[in-house]
């Protein structure tokens, strides 16, 4: 019974753990779109109008600019070994 009691444990962090990757990487998915839309922002018309952009260009562009993270699956995650025996 013990045993499925760490099994149950060493599981929820595993679960917990790829929670919490997935929020930091979309977090800094968001900051980067966040600074790109900034910097563009920036910009005057006129400079907006020679790269070929206008502002309603600027979020698709800066979505478009980035990578979305890909998902980090619970089965994907590894967790410390030696805490399998501590939980």
Request: hydrophobic share 35%; net charge positive.
């Amino acid at each position: 019974k013990s045993n499925r009691i760490y099994k149950g444990y060493y599981t929820m962090i595993k679960i917990l753990k790829a929670a919490y990757i997935n929020f930091r990487n979309e977090m800094a998915y968001r900051s980067a779109v966040k600074g790109t839309i900034n910097e563009l922002h920036k910009l005057s018309d006129h400079d907006l109008w020679d790269i070929g952009l206008s502002r309603g260009d600027i979020w698709s562009v800066a979505h478009d600019s980035h990578t979305k993270p890909k998902k980090v699956e619970v089965e994907d995650v590894q967790v410390n070994a030696n805490i399998r025996g501590w939980v």
